[in-house]
């Protein structure tokens, strides 16, 4: 009788902190926003003869509410390794562009049986193989750019070696130094010789309400922003295509356009997993969300987010 009583006050305690861990996890959180500022961006120069296309590498599904704050628990959300290739008159960049051919040796090698089961999802074709199929010289690459470098940005490396791949020197020093730590970035990304890094750093040219930035070709078409947080050097890029279309990819500073729209960050304990400054990256996020309120012509483009990816030209059609 006794033992079934401790075993009864056992299991009332074990569902007490069950119930209290999910309604923390789960509970919808916005993050503190922003006093209402001008968030307003900048109209290109020029944007003559860009067009880009998008394409994805992979893909997971999920509960919603495990992507962010206040998602649903009975709607699915559609996760993707995507990239977008973008035709410049001066060059070609691949911005991201999902997991790469290594992408299983490099699981294998990096993560443990559990977080080879977070992280499992269906591969597609990567990068290269799309282009090869599509009778697309993967050799009109000019250059990568990445958001960042954890594993999931970075396992493009590989897969263009000699192309220069451009992300700020903030990112690439933080993604050096954590590597040996941090489960979210894989070292042969990062040390291959074969590399042609060109990292850049952001300047002190404020645009819209980001302080600093970076025009790569000087015409306003593609301008990278700084969206520190889920790693120190994260960047987000606006680019601005031949039809006047105008995009923001935004990386993984929010992995829902939902979650920008509504402020929502990611749930505890998937930022303790994934975004190295957590409060950097809620104060991002609140700036995010205040240049969605201003500016409703841009379209968001987070990398995971399946159905907004979704909304460009798929490729190989460009627009
Ligand atoms: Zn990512």
Same mark, same amino acid.
């Not at 199929?133 to 897969?159: E, F």
């Not at 590399?195 to 040219?205: A, G, I």
């Not at 205040?290 to 190989?316: C, R, S």
């Given at each position: 009788?006794?033992? =079934?009583?401790?075993?009864?006050?056992?299991?009332?305690?074990?569902?007490?902190?069950?119930? !209290?861990?999910?309604?923390?996890?789960?509970?919808?959180?916005? %993050?503190?926003? =922003?006093?209402?500022?001008?968030?307003? $961006?900048?109209?290109?120069?020029?944007?003559?003869?860009?067009?880009?296309? !998008?394409?994805?590498?992979?893909?997971?599904?999920?509960?919603? !509410?495990? $992507?962010?704050?206040?998602?649903? %628990?009975?709607?699915?959300?559609?996760?993707?390794?995507?990239?977008?290739?973008?035709?410049?008159?001066?060059?070609?960049?691949?911005?991201?562009?999902?997991?790469?051919?290594?992408?299983?040796?490099?699981?294998?090698?990096?993560?443990?049986?559990? +977080?080879?089961?977070?992280?499992?999802?269906?591969?597609?074709?990567?990068?290269?193989?799309?282009?090869?199929?599509?009778?697309?010289?993967?050799?009109?690459?000019?250059? %990568?750019?990445?958001?960042?470098?954890?594993?999931?940005?970075?396992?493009?490396?590989?897969?263009?070696?000699?192309?220069?791949?451009?992300?700020?020197?903030?990112?690439?020093?933080?993604?050096?130094?954590?590597?040996?730590?941090?489960?979210?970035?894989?070292?042969?990304?990062?040390?291959?010789?074969?590399?042609?890094?060109?990292?850049?750093?952001?300047?002190? %040219?404020?645009?819209?309400?980001?302080?600093?930035?970076?025009?790569?070709?000087?015409?306003?078409?593609?301008?990278?922003?700084?969206?520190?947080?889920?790693?120190?050097?994260?960047?987000?890029?606006?680019?601005?295509?031949?039809?006047?279309?105008?995009?923001?990819?935004?990386?993984?500073?929010?992995?829902?356009?939902?979650?920008?729209?509504? !402020?929502?960050?990611?749930?505890?304990?998937?930022?303790?997993?994934?975004?190295?400054?957590?409060?950097?990256?809620?104060?991002? =996020?609140?700036?995010?969300? +205040?240049?969605?309120?201003?500016?409703?012509?841009?379209?968001?483009?987070?990398?995971?987010?399946?159905?907004?990816?979704?909304?460009?030209?798929?490729?190989?059609?460009? +627009?």
């Amino acid at each position: 009788m006794r033992i =079934l009583k401790i075993t009864g006050s056992v299991l009332a305690v074990l569902l007490i902190s069950l119930l !209290a861990f999910f309604t923390y996890q789960f509970w919808p959180r916005t %993050v503190e926003t =922003l006093a209402d500022i001008n968030a307003k $961006i900048p109209a290109p120069t020029t944007s003559t003869g860009v067009r880009i296309s !998008a394409f994805s590498t992979g893909y997971n599904e999920s509960p919603e !509410a495990v $992507i962010y704050s206040g998602g649903s %628990v009975f709607e699915t959300h559609k996760s993707v390794y995507s990239g977008f290739i973008i035709e410049h008159p001066k060059a070609t960049i691949l911005l991201e562009g999902g997991v790469g051919e290594n992408i299983g040796a490099e699981h294998a090698a990096n993560f443990n049986a559990f +977080e080879r089961q977070l992280f499992a999802y269906t591969k597609t074709q990567t990068a290269r193989e799309r282009m090869i199929g599509a009778n697309y010289d993967p050799s009109k690459i000019d250059r %990568v750019l990445l958001t960042h470098l954890h594993w999931d940005h970075g396992a493009v490396i590989p897969d263009f070696d000699g192309v220069p791949i451009m992300t700020t020197n903030a990112e690439l020093a933080f993604a050096r130094a954590e590597a040996p730590t941090n489960f979210s970035i894989f070292e042969e990304h990062l040390n291959r010789k074969n590399t042609n890094w060109q990292p850049f750093d952001l300047s002190d %040219v404020p645009y819209g309400p980001f302080k600093q930035s970076f025009d790569m070709f000087l015409d306003g078409s593609i301008v990278a922003v700084p969206l520190g947080g889920h790693t120190n050097g994260s960047i987000g890029v606006f680019v601005t295509t031949d039809q006047g279309q105008r995009y923001f990819f935004i990386g993984d500073a929010s992995w829902s356009l939902d979650a920008v729209k509504n !402020a929502n960050p990611k749930i505890p304990l998937v930022q303790g997993l994934v975004d190295h400054d957590k409060a950097q990256t809620e104060l991002t =996020l609140a700036l995010l969300h +205040e240049v969605y309120k201003d500016n409703p012509e841009i379209q968001f483009v987070p990398t995971h987010d399946g159905p907004i990816v979704d909304l460009l030209a798929q490729f190989p059609k460009f +627009e």
